[in-house]
């Protein structure tokens, strides 16, 4: 078979919607192989009986013998049985030598009879073995024997082989209805001259002369005109087209015998079988002959005026005159017989002369359904034709159908056709197609072909495509253009296998690699890690493929991939079943016409954009939009049969498994965004195994994951693979994922990223989503290269992508982790470990990281507060342990912090335990511990143990330190400067500290703590003071006055206050809440305020002290306004008596004022006290006095 597509841009080898697949070839024509000039005529088949009629009046009988049950592939083969020369009479109105041959095979199996129809004349067999019955009964003058009910089945039951079948005889003068049974009778006449074709259904024939197209009711012998044949006769031989006519003629229902008289022609006489009864005449599909049939002319298929009826003359070549003239129409029918005699000459035919110049074509007549006829008219034979569909009552039912040249054939397949229809198997809705056998003009001349249509298609679908189907001579060698084809309808198909449909759809073992290294090629250490890391992966694969892994622990039975094989052929070639009744012919071969599976019109497409040079852009985009067009129409379509099904996947899988090809090796042009959306959705959708796409990119070929039973897909994707990979050239280096181009990176990206989406489909193996996971990261990891350092994952980076995946884990956990530590990116890396909950892991990594190792991503930030953060969510309480130890000792305040979390989930950590691992292990953090417990939690156990921390931090350093001293020193100094009002020392202190520095901030704590009501051992302190700094015992001033408070030296404390801090107010406080006063804050302790009397005798210690300021100024100021304040503390003379006589009375003026006006209201109040003591006297007296009065006088007596 072949379909040029340099004949037909449209159409490509083996798109169309049929194929020949051969049924015989090298038919022997001639008994002795000497005739080249014989043709096949006719051919039919029925039970495995292969019935060939030939030009040279003989009749082959083929007996098919099946295949060999075993062997799966192998086809029928055909036998010779024999060959038979029907008996005829030579006819009177044809002109010397006109012999057709076997013009006509009319099998009968209800009845088990053949009609012949051989040079004009009927003669009648028995099936299979061809045995004339009916004893020497011929028909004469016939010129078409058909007409059987196309609505009745081909079984053979008893009640329908006692009704026997009812054939139509078209006669010169008219038809008969014969009825064939044990006999053959004469049901009765039809005055329908010089018909010349019938296909009928029911009781309604659709009839055809020389020159018309009629419906003939056969029941009630009435007529109905169509219309012409040729549009250019305008004459209207049978009357009025449309107007129902009388054809009734007399039938007797007589026998049909043959005349006692009746002989053949001499010379002709009708031979018996010639059966073949050697090996011979087995023929076989395999045996091929030269082609013979250059020059071999083209029956007529036009009519000419006064012509005999119609006949194919075996004359030599050019001989035979394409303008043969055929039977004219006849004239009015004579006088009717009721028995049909062999060697009665034909009547007289009486017509009208035509028109000079009238064509007459041949007529052409199918059934595509029970209700429907499809009829031919034409201008002429190089004209095209126009098809027309009509009802049983002559109205069009369709779309007219155009051929590009009247047909010589026609058949029509599909739909609802009933015997006429070949498919059965391969499809659940077949499509209509007409196929008519014609020649066509191409460059280099005519050739004769098969053109093929859809006729079931609705208005408004457009005009149906055609196609064009030539034939392909057995040896390969296509035949002369000038080789005529014939096709026929058989009466019984047969049942075939398409073997291409098998290899291309049968899954087959794939392997990714082109071979099994046991050994790299170069040596690890000249590369960087990556290239050794996968060096050692590729020495590895032949151990991958020799053991088992976790989803495969079974060991495989020998002879397993053989076995699995075998099924998937078994099971592929169960759907890859059809059947075929079309056959076709040209010279001595004979082929099915079978509908093409929808999967090798697919494969035609894809071969022939394959085979397209892609030398230009033109040429590359031109293959790209017909891959992509292909896949737009196969996503569109939905499958309606389980090899449909398997088709419209394998389509979708090579077709964009080719633009991945062209779009690896073509950059230029690039790809649109469209057709690489399109690409990638068809990669993903199409089912292709990721694996296959990711193998023919050499950089990643080795992130494959495959167990012992390797990947299975379709043979037909499979061969493309590895063609692709077989086409690489070899290189000592495996290529780095640095090699491939960012586009392509991309287009990686998004379409793993797609697949992904497809876990939890348990029909995937888990080695798929292993090598996806692994493939994925390995590509974002490539990409994230160029992302700015520190930078976090924003929506729609890369990085986001790249942390989305390990977020969600991957199925390829070890190879993850080799990628992540080569790569340099223990961030995430550590975020991998979070996502399979491995705390430990992570904290390492991030432990690795805050110590210098090498992150390139450096999105960590802030380590340590991340680490304190992750901590806390944790349940292990060794994890947290052992890294809060080693925060603490990094970042002793954050390190604290992990075992002061009352939040955390580990479970809590005792006080006590804590003190001791932070003294053994960070004796740094202790401190912050102890500020966490006294400070945070009011634990006073603590304090002095926190005050000693704080005393050896502040002593350590005015021991070390000559600035620290000058600064404490200098600290005070300039606080006495300080002109009132002013802070306290402590305020001052505190708001001069900084912020940063510890040892100021340790003595702040310490001064709050002293200064606080905590119990703590005050001598203790202060001996501890007066050891460490004997020689500089004035540094620690605030810490003496605080110490001394404690321990009831008051007035110490006082003259430190007054006479080295200059701290007046904090002296005056002192006065009034002793010790408690000193500190900034924190609660005083009640046992510690003075009495009164204390108080008092504060005030004057410090009355004593303010008279002793050495500066004047400060000493009159404090003097006047501790005194105004203050004076009632005081007694008038004693301040008098202090007081420096040469001072102004200014400065006690406040003091006398208040103490004289003290005097006045004391006196005042004593006077009036004196007045109320009186008052009450005499009220007391004067209640006595009534008392007694009320009682009277009393006698006593003894």
């Not at 022997?28 to 006719?42: H, Y």
């Not at 229902?253 to 050697?278: D, F, K, Y």
């Not at 079943?577 to 079309?582: E, V």
């Not at 050499?698 to 692709?724: F, H, M």
Request: net charge negative.
């Amino acid at each position: 078979m072949a379909s040029d597509a340099q004949r037909n841009p449209r159409q490509l080898p083996g798109a169309g919607p049929y194929v020949l697949r051969p049924l015989l070839q090298n038919v022997p024509l001639s008994a002795d192989g000497g005739d080249e000039e014989i043709k096949i005529n006719c051919v039919d088949f029925l039970d495995g009986n292969l019935y060939v009629g030939t030009t040279a009046s003989e009749l082959l009988h083929f007996f098919q013998i099946p295949p060999d049950p075993q062997d799966p592939t192998g086809s029928s083969q055909f036998i010779l049985a024999s060959r038979l020369r029907p008996a005829y009479s030579e006819s009177q109105t044809s002109p010397s030598g006109s012999r057709p041959g076997v013009q006509q095979i009319l099998l009968l199996p209800r009845v088990a009879k053949a009609c012949v129809l051989c040079n004009w004349t009927v003669t009648f067999y028995s099936l299979p073995e061809l045995s004339p019955v009916f004893g020497t009964t011929q028909v004469r003058n016939c010129n078409w024997i058909g007409g059987v009910d196309l609505n009745e089945g081909v079984g053979s039951s008893g009640d329908e082989r006692s009704r026997g079948v009812t054939i139509l005889l078209s006669l010169n003068r008219r038809i008969q209805v014969i009825r064939i049974g044990e006999d053959a009778r004469v049901v009765r006449k039809i005055d329908f001259a010089g018909s010349t074709l019938s296909v009928r259904r029911d009781s309604i024939a659709c009839v055809a002369d020389s020159r018309s197209y009629s419906l003939l009711d056969v029941d009630r012998q009435l007529k109905i005109p169509l219309m012409s044949i040729s549009s250019l006769d305008s004459s209207q031989p049978g009357g009025p087209f449309g107007q129902a006519q009388n054809v009734s003629g007399d039938s007797d229902g007589g026998l049909l015998r043959s005349s006692s008289s009746a002989s053949a022609r001499p010379g002709i006489e009708a031979q018996g079988h010639t059966r073949s009864t050697s090996l011979g005449g087995f023929i076989t599909a395999g045996v091929r002959r030269q082609d013979r049939r250059t020059g071999e002319t083209e029956d007529p298929v036009f009519q000419q005026a006064d012509a005999p009826e119609p006949s194919r003359s075996p004359g030599p070549a050019g001989e035979a005159s394409t303008n043969k003239p055929l039977p004219p129409p006849p004239r009015e029918a004579g006088t009717a017989r009721t028995t049909l005699t062999a060697g009665t000459q034909s009547p007289a035919r009486t017509t009208s002369p035509p028109k000079p110049g009238s064509v007459f074509l041949r007529p052409h007549i199918a059934s595509p359904s029970s209700e429907e006829f499809l009829i031919v008219t034409g201008t002429g034979p190089l004209d095209p034709g126009i098809g027309m569909f009509v009802n049983l009552d002559g109205d069009p039912t369709r779309p007219t159908v155009e051929f590009e040249r009247y047909p010589r054939e026609i058949v029509v397949d599909g739909v609802s056709t009933d015997l006429s229809s070949s498919r059965t198997s391969m499809g659940v809705d077949e499509d209509g197609y007409v196929l008519a056998s014609m020649g066509r003009e191409f460059p280099d001349g005519l050739h004769h072909g098969l053109e093929i249509q859809r006729f079931d298609v609705n208005v408004g679908e457009g005009e149906p495509e055609k196609f064009w189907l030539e034939i392909e001579n057995g040896d390969g060698k296509e035949p002369s253009p000038s080789t005529p084809i014939g096709i026929r309808s058989l009466l019984q198909t047969e049942e075939m296998r398409f073997e291409e449909v098998v290899e291309i759809l049968c899954q087959r073992r794939f392997s990714p690699f082109s071979g099994h290294p046991s050994t790299p090629t170069m040596s690890m250490g000249s590369s960087d890690s990556r290239t050794a890391m996968s060096m050692e992966r590729l020495s590895q694969e032949k151990e991958l493929f020799d053991r088992d892994l976790e989803s495969d622990d079974e060991a495989l039975p020998e002879g397993w991939e053989a076995k699995r094989n075998k099924e998937g052929e078994d099971f592929v070639r169960s759907l890859a079943k059809t059947s075929s009744r079309l056959a076709v012919w040209a010279g001595a071969d004979i082929w099915w016409a079978v509908s093409n599976p929808l999967l090798l019109q697919l494969q035609s497409t894809l071969q022939a954009a394959a085979a397209k040079s892609p030398e230009t852009d033109v040429n590359k985009r031109g293959i790209r939009q017909e891959l992509l067009s292909l896949l737009a129409t196969v996503k569109d379509k939905d499958a309606k049969t389980e090899l449909e099904f398997m088709t419209l996947g394998y389509s979708r899988q090579r077709a964009s498994a080719m633009l991945l090809q062209m779009f690896l090796d073509s950059p230029e042009p690039p790809f649109t965004d469209e057709e690489l959306t399109a690409m990638e959705q068809n990669l993903v959708s199409g089912d292709l195994d990721a694996r296959v796409v990711l193998s023919l990119i050499p950089a990643l070929r080795n992130e494959i994951v495959v167990n012992r039973r390797g990947i299975w897909i379709y043979g037909g994707v499979k061969d493309l693979a590895q063609a692709y990979i077989s086409s690489e050239k070899p290189k000592p280096v495996i290529p780095a994922v640095s090699s491939i181009s960012p586009n392509v990176l991309q287009f990686l990206r998004r379409f793993l990223t797609a697949w992904r989406k497809k876990k939890g489909f348990g029909s995937i193996p888990e080695e798929v989503f292993r090598t996806v996971d692994a493939s994925l990261l390995l590509v974002l990891l490539e990409l994230d290269q160029d992302t700015p350092k520190g930078q976090t994952g924003k929506t729609g980076t890369i990085r986001k992508e790249l942390y989305d995946l390990v977020d969600n884990g991957v199925d390829c956990f070890e190879r993850a982790v080799d990628l992540l530590e080569t790569y340099r990116r223990l961030f995430v890396l550590s975020r991998l470990y979070q996502n399979r909950k491995m705390a430990a892991d992570v904290l390492a990594t991030w432990r690795r990281i805050i110590e210098g190792e090498e992150d390139r991503g450096g999105e960590l930030g802030d380590g340590e507060q991340r680490v304190r953060g992750y901590l806390t969510n944790i349940s292990n309480q060794a994890l947290v342990q052992e890294y809060g130890i080693w925060l603490a000792t990094r970042n002793p305040k954050l390190g604290v912090q992990v075992f002061a979390d009352d939040k955390g989930k580990a479970p809590k950590f005792e006080p006590t335990q804590v003190v001791a691992i932070l003294k053994e292990e960070a004796p740094d953090a202790v401190k912050y511990y102890l500020e966490h417990l006294v400070f945070g939690k009011g634990n006073t156990s603590y304090v002095n143990e926190l005050i000693a921390y704080y005393l050896d931090i502040v002593i350590e350093d005015l021991q070390t330190s000559v600035a620290s001293r000058e600064t404490v020193t200098s600290s005070y100094e300039a606080y006495r400067a300080l002109r009132s009002p002013k802070p306290t020392y402590f305020q001052f202190l505190a708001d001069n500290s900084p912020p940063d520095d510890e040892v100021w901030q340790s003595r702040l704590r310490l001064l709050q703590l002293l200064g606080g009501g905590h119990d703590y051992d005050a001598a203790a302190i202060r001996k501890r003071l007066d050891m460490s700094l004997e020689s500089q015992q004035q540094l620690l001033v605030p810490e003496a006055i605080i110490l001394d408070g404690r321990a009831k030296r008051h007035e110490d404390a006082i003259r430190l206050l007054v006479h080295r801090l200059g701290d007046y107010d904090t002296a005056v406080s002192y006065c009034l809440r002793g010790g408690g006063s000193l500190s900034g804050s924190g609660p005083s302790r009640r046992d510690s305020l003075p009495t009164k009397e204390t108080q008092a005798r504060l005030f004057r210690v410090l009355l004593t002290e303010f008279l002793a300021i050495s500066d004047l100024s400060d000493r009159i100021e404090q003097t006047g306004a501790l005194l105004e304040r203050f004076g009632g503390w005081f007694d008038v003379l004693e301040v008098l008596a202090q007081v420096p006589d040469n001072w102004s009375v200014d400065v006690t003026a406040g003091f006398l004022i208040a103490a004289l006006r003290t005097l006045v209201r004391e006196r005042q109040e004593s006077m009036l006290t004196r007045s109320l003591s009186g008052a009450e006297n005499l009220r007391v007296n004067h209640d006595l006095l009534v008392s007694i009065d009320e009682k009277g006088p009393v006698v006593q007596t003894e």
